[in-house]
């Protein structure tokens, strides 16, 4: 059977079909759902060549469902992060968005694109584009929205995600994916990432309110936020990093993410500004806090409401885009 051939994956609880699309090359096989866009597993070998499952995920679409809150893999929609008070002003006027994490709009809304079903089309021998129309009005954003994620791996295992979108009316847009590393591979038993060791390219990050919402820009320098040299990740993180290299029109290498424990190793490049780093401690349900970590490349949260961040707006005419590549690779 072909790697681009969708299989039964199964139902969600309304009878719709969920299909997986598998992808591989290099040694990397990734496996994508049509159903929330999600990255249902990413496997790659440790040091001794093992192959295992390095994101968090489940067996069958009902997981996804009882389990939506914490958007395991999932490709994230129209706006990632938050947005304070569900509101934001735009050419005059304001407008209200569906409020789900307290006062906030959280990753677009109690039903945003991690919820929605994707039109999955083969793109040569190892990429998948999904696709989906947005209609004005969905959730409270306005505009049509035509919007497509490319998922490819490239020749060297690295899976590159390429988001585009167009609107007819002025809007906002920011989009990423969910995923949860845990490159101690998620079936070994690994079930802690704190001993996993990062880096982020960034000499400032977003300090956040009780709502989690950003109130300015600080230095990272002597403090717990500091990840310019690699370390140990630890628990009790959920902020934005304000990426040294800024908007760029190619993506930058950001990131890395080191296992100790199975040689594995993550690099994250991005074109996006901002980086969020969540250390899953507030995991519930089959994973234990702090068994996986999000790192969401993205435009800053609540950048509609904050004129001095970088544009989210996306007008008829222009054309969204953003790409992020999850690179892979051993060390001794």
Same mark, same amino acid.
């Given at each position: ?12 609880? #309304? +009878?719709? &079909?969920?299909?997986?699309?598998? @992808? =591989?090359?290099?040694? /990397?096989?990734?496996?994508?759902? *049509? ?36 958007y395991f893999g999932a490709l994230i929609g129209r706006y990632a992060n ?53 209609? #004005? +009005?969905? &959730?409270?954003?306005?505009?049509? @929205? =035509?919007?497509?994620? /490319?998922?490819?791996?490239?020749? *060297? ?176």
């Amino acid at each position: 059977m072909s790697q681009l051939s969708g299989t039964h994956f199964g139902t969600l609880s #309304d +009878g719709t &079909e969920v299909r997986c699309w598998t @992808l =591989e090359r290099a040694g /990397t096989r990734v496996r994508v759902l *049509s159903y929330g866009g999600i990255v249902r597993s990413v496997e790659v070998p440790d040091r001794a060549g093992r192959a295992g499952n390095v994101v968090l995920g489940f067996a069958e679409p009902g997981g996804y469902e009882e389990h939506a809150g914490p958007y395991f893999g999932a490709l994230i929609g129209r706006y990632a992060n938050r947005i304070a008070g569900g509101r934001f002003p735009l050419d005059g006027r304001t407008y209200d968005v569906v409020r789900n994490e307290g006062p906030s709009c959280l990753h677009g809304g109690a039903r945003g694109f991690d919820k929605r079903m994707w039109e999955v089309t083969p793109v040569g021998e190892h990429a998948l584009r999904l696709s989906r129309v947005s209609p #004005d +009005g969905e &959730e409270g954003f306005p505009g049509r @929205l =035509e919007v497509s994620a /490319t998922y490819a791996l490239e020749e *060297s295992g690295a899976l590159r995600i390429a988001y585009e979108a167009v609107t007819d009316a002025p809007t906002v847009v920011a989009l990423t994916n969910h995923s949860y590393w845990n490159l101690g591979g998620v079936d070994s038993g690994a079930e802690s990432t704190a001993g996993h060791e990062l880096r982020i390219d960034a000499s400032r990050y977003t300090p956040v309110d009780a709502d989690l919402i950003p109130t300015g820009v600080a230095e990272v320098a002597g403090t717990r936020f500091d990840f310019r040299e690699s370390r140990k990740t630890g628990s009790g993180y959920d902020h934005n990093y304000v990426l040294d290299k800024g908007v760029t029109g190619e993506a930058v290498e950001v990131a890395e993410v080191y296992d100790p424990a199975s040689g594995r190793v993550l690099t994250v490049a991005t074109t996006e500004p901002g980086l969020q780093l969540y250390t899953a401690d507030a995991l519930t349900g089959p994973f234990a806090p702090g068994s996986g970590i999000a790192l969401e490349t993205q435009h800053f949260p609540d950048s509609p409401n904050r004129p001095d961040f970088p544009s989210t707006v996306l007008r008829p005419g222009e054309v969204y885009r953003s790409e992020t590549v999850y690179g892979f690779g051993l060390r001794d």
